[in-house]
């Protein structure tokens, strides 16, 4: 429990760090307007029992008891009207403060997002992400909103109401009133702290089975493949009948929780109307005096009421932010050191030092690899799956940092550099390459946002697929589809060479760019690869050896060390490990 208030607190804490909203006056003015339309609102609904006690008594008690008290009446009439239009005053000041807030927090979050590591994107679920920050900026305008204007400003109220029962009827007034307040409270944060597990089990629920729909669909040809449709339906509907369960576990307790509430505000409201009953008959009291005690409790009853509803809402929201400011607390396992400057990249050579790496500490991937890829050269690494060769272009790249030893361009260590300065500086063809649902020609442009149309068109001719996009219907504005399913494999590759080439790197890295295609479609590609790699350094991860066959030097990874090192010529002539993988893939083909 006191881990759950500490978290509260803290999430609480980082909301309203964020409510002042530093570099903009403006909107700091909106606040302090929100505030006071906020005061007049809450003073003027105090003050309109004593307009309506006035009228009553004006027929009751005056002599003159068949006139008509016109002024007071409409001074009700206006006062009722007044609260109304400062509540919305305060409502349309305030949106903007409110707007302004939720857009930064969520922005941050997406923005710590993409700065976190590679390790977090794997070992995380990209549905239940979406799901965490969706939820938590949703939560953010309800909690700002109703925690500045409505809790605070009816407790504010609350206790006005009872220092003006004190003093007009008597502390015993106030005391029922406290008293009734009090055990209410105490009921709603109890039960609503209890009802919090039912809560966070309905948010799992909901993210695991919108994490599992996302991943089916995504997977929608594999799903087909294997025919395994009932699986999927029966694997979604699991998630969902366990939130069933939970949602309707919390709305039992909800019920519950609404009918003792009301309980207690009845309780209340009885013994305060039986008091003032009696001060009427003992004529202590007046008519007017009956309704004053009577129009309070009504209008304290409404907040009261929704003031219960609200509590159970905020800290239903405060659960979804904490989540979120749970993920914004995350560190990133790479990041910049605080000295970090930019990379000089000028020759681009690349030097892998005695570099050694794992992933976890009780398996090393990569031992003592050390190699040097000059300037303008092609180098190739080729080895059995698992041997360790994608790690190294994810250690170039600075996904992760290596174990020991060091990865050094134009001699400067690459964790000693900023990664944004870095990543400029290496163009990536991976071999699966997903596109993102938009434009061919937006995909293209994603290489260097911002690049004319020329450009594009000419990044797409040195990748050789202007023509083929000239031929669709409607150009560069076609569709690629949901990660370019609309594309076959080929042209999806062409399209990441295009964005790569505008990219314009100094480096470049082949990821088993053409693993995936067939012996013409890899030919044609590879063709397009050897023209953009042109003087520029080039590390090819491959699996086809006849893709590599005019690199300056290929390496030969196996258990993540390096076993041999040469030119094709030269490590066939070794009749080792490189010739029995090369042997091997000509009997295949």
């Not at 239009?85 to 903007?96: H, K, N, Y």
């Not at 009802?195 to 948010?203: A, P």
């Not at 369960?245 to 009885?270: C, E, F, P, R």
């Amino acid at each position: 429990m006191k881990t759950e208030k500490s978290s509260t607190a803290n999430t609480v804490k980082i909301l309203l760090s964020n409510l002042w909203p530093l570099g903009r006056p403006d909107l700091k003015i909106r606040l302090v307007i929100a505030v006071f339309f906020l005061a007049l609102a809450k003073l003027t609904n105090v003050y309109v029992p004593f307009l309506l006690k006035m009228s009553i008594d004006e027929f009751t008690i005056s002599e003159k008891a068949m006139v008509l008290p016109t002024a007071i009446i409409i001074s009700y009439g206006l006062a009722r009207i007044s609260v109304a239009i400062f509540g919305e005053l305060r409502d349309l000041v305030f949106v903007r403060v409110a707007q302004f807030t939720q857009r930064k927090i969520a922005l941050e979050s997406f923005r710590h997002l993409h700065s976190m590591s590679l390790d977090f994107h794997l070992s995380r679920q990209t549905g239940g992400i979406s799901r965490t920050i969706e939820r938590g900026t949703r939560a953010i305008q309800f909690v700002l909103t109703f925690m500045t204007f409505n809790i605070l400003p009816t407790l504010f109220e609350i206790a006005l109401v009872a220092v003006i029962l004190s003093k007009q009827f008597g502390y015993i007034y106030a005391g029922i009133v406290v008293g009734t307040i009090g055990v209410y409270i105490a009921l709603t944060l109890i039960v609503t702290e209890w009802r919090l597990k039912y809560r966070r089990k309905m948010n799992k629920s909901e993210s695991d089975a919108n994490t599992k729909a996302i991943d089916s669909l995504l997977n929608y040809e594999t799903v087909k493949y294997f025919g395994n449709e009932e699986h999927e339906y029966m694997r979604y509907d699991n998630h969902l009948a366990k939130y069933e369960d939970a949602a309707i576990t919390s709305q039992g307790s909800l019920s519950l929780l609404n009918v003792v509430q009301s309980a207690i505000i009845g309780t209340g409201l009885i013994s305060l109307m039986l008091l003032a009953g009696e001060g009427v008959i003992d004529k202590t009291m007046t008519v007017g005096d009956f309704v004053l005690v009577n129009t309070f409790l009504i209008q304290l009853y409404l907040p009261l009421n929704f003031l219960g509803f609200v509590y159970r809402e905020i800290k239903n929201s405060l659960t979804d932010m904490e989540k979120m400011f749970g993920i914004i607390k995350q560190n990133p396992s790479v990041k910049d050191h605080t000295d970090a400057k930019e990379i000089n990249c000028k020759k681009a050579e690349i030097h892998f030092k005695n570099v050694s790496f794992s992933y976890k500490e009780d398996r090393e991937i990569l031992s003592n690899v050390d190699f040097v890829v000059k300037a303008g050269t092609t180098t190739a690494i080729v080895g059995p799956s698992g041997s360790g060769k994608s790690t190294i272009a994810r250690l170039l790249f600075r996904f992760y940092d290596v174990t020991e030893g060091q990865v050094l361009i134009d001699g400067q260590d690459v964790k000693k550099v900023t990664q944004k300065s870095l990543r400029e500086q290496i163009g990536v063809v991976p071999q699966d390459n997903v596109l993102f649902n938009d434009s061919i020609g937006y995909n293209i442009a994603y290489g260097k946002p911002g690049s004319t149309q020329d450009e594009i068109r000419e990044a797409a001719k040195l990748a050789e697929i202007d023509d083929f996009i000239m031929t669709l219907p409607e150009a560069y504005e076609t569709s690629v589809g949901e990660r370019g399913l609309k594309l076959s494999g080929g042209e999806k590759q062409r399209v990441a060479i295009a964005r790569t080439v505008l990219k314009n790197p100094s480096i470049l890295l082949f990821d088993e760019a053409t693993s995936a295609l067939d012996s013409q479609k890899e030919k044609e590609i590879q063709a397009s690869l050897k023209k953009i790699s042109h003087n520029r350094s080039t590390l090819i991860i491959a699996h086809r050896l006849s893709t590599i066959t005019h690199a300056d030097e290929i390496l030969v990874l196996d258990g993540g060390k390096i076993t041999e090192r040469g030119t094709h010529e030269h490590l066939l002539s070794l009749k080792q490990t490189y010739f029995k993988m090369w042997a091997h893939q000509l009997n295949k083909e």
